[in-house]
């Protein structure tokens, strides 16, 4: 039985899937220790199709870590406590795996941290394997490569490491797939929106940041074509200010990504649009302006909003 919970961030995408999983394994061959993945969400359709296609199942779904009776929990591919389990400062957090900043963060107790500055935190595991000499099977490889393919547009993005480029084809040679038409498949999986309500489609990938006093939402949806999620806006904006009013985000930034191109559509609602326009030097017209390059929260975003907001 586990005593110790291994689970990414809220909302999962296949990042903190994977990480999860392939630490867990790591953990229990090369440590000894008695954990269990675990997720904070259900997995989206993307990652689905990653585990249907290594054969795995999706790790189970928790909402309270302290009642799962755990000696302690695993954080990979997140640290900021607002985006974690609702009770995560009731445990121990044993120790972190991530490629974030690192935000609204405190323990009782020291910890192991790996903290990179690379393209996915399923990057750092992989190589933690190799560190620890223990053989990745196939299926973890494939997972880990899911979650490097995911989080850096199969090596678009401006946050893909040097040291990414290196181990993609590593994995995909040990996970048996060809990298290029695996991850375009892959991609191409988590952008079917249609089939998806607007209040879910704003939560697919959605992250809450606190930047100098103000709760500010920023989600952000894959697609081959932002014309066609416009279409949407007006229900799109309604399912937005309802879940402001909700949960008392101040503002909600939604990323459209066309991972074809590599640009975005922001479309943003709330009481900093100031701040919103400032940090991106253009401006919104009926809400939402064109972003040309940009594909990564984390270094296109999230940094822009934060000197924006002053926080």
């Not at 996970?175 to 375009?184: D, F, M, R, S, T």
């Not at 952008?191 to 879910?200: D, I, R, V, W």
């Not at 009481?271 to 929260?297: I, Q, T, W």
């Amino acid at each position: 039985m586990s005593n110790i919970l291994v689970f990414g961030h809220q909302n999962p995408d296949t990042d903190a899937i994977a990480s999860a999983i392939g630490f867990a394994y790591l953990a229990r061959e090369a440590y000894g220790h008695a954990t269990e993945a675990v997720a904070l969400g259900t997995p989206n359709e993307e990652t689905a199709f990653v585990l249907e296609t290594f054969g795995l199942e999706a790790p189970r779904v928790v909402t309270s870590a302290k009642a799962e009776g755990v000696k302690g929990v695993y954080l990979t591919d997140h640290n900021e406590f607002q985006q974690s389990i609702a009770d995560i400062r009731e445990v121990e957090v044993l120790g972190v795996v991530d490629h974030h900043r690192v935000a609204n963060f405190e323990t009782a107790n020291p910890l192991y941290m790996r903290l990179e500055p690379v393209g996915s935190a399923s990057s750092i595991v992989y190589r933690m394997f190799k560190e620890s000499g223990v053989a990745v099977p196939k299926e973890i490889a494939g997972l880990l490569l899911s979650g490097l393919i995911s989080d850096t547009l199969l090596l678009k993005s401006p946050t893909t490491h040097e040291s990414d480029k290196a181990i993609a084809p590593e994995l995909a040679d040990l996970a048996g797939v060809n990298l290029e038409e695996y991850g375009l498949a892959m991609l191409k999986a988590g952008t079917n929106l249609a089939s998806k309500s607007a209040a879910e489609l704003i939560d697919i990938d959605a992250k809450t940041f606190e930047l100098n006093g103000n709760q500010v939402r920023v989600a952000q949806v894959n697609t081959v074509d932002i014309a066609e999620v416009l279409e949407r806006q007006a229900e799109l904006e309604a399912a937005i200010e309802e879940t402001n009013a909700a949960n008392g985000y101040s503002d909600f930034v939604l990323m459209i990504t066309d991972i074809i191109n590599s640009n975005s559509e922001i479309l943003a609602i709330g009481s900093n649009m100031d701040k919103v326009e400032a940090a991106f030097n253009f401006a919104l017209e009926n809400n939402h302006a064109f972003l040309a390059g940009a594909v990564s929260r984390k270094k296109q975003v999230v940094p822009q909003l934060t000197e924006s907001f002053g926080g």
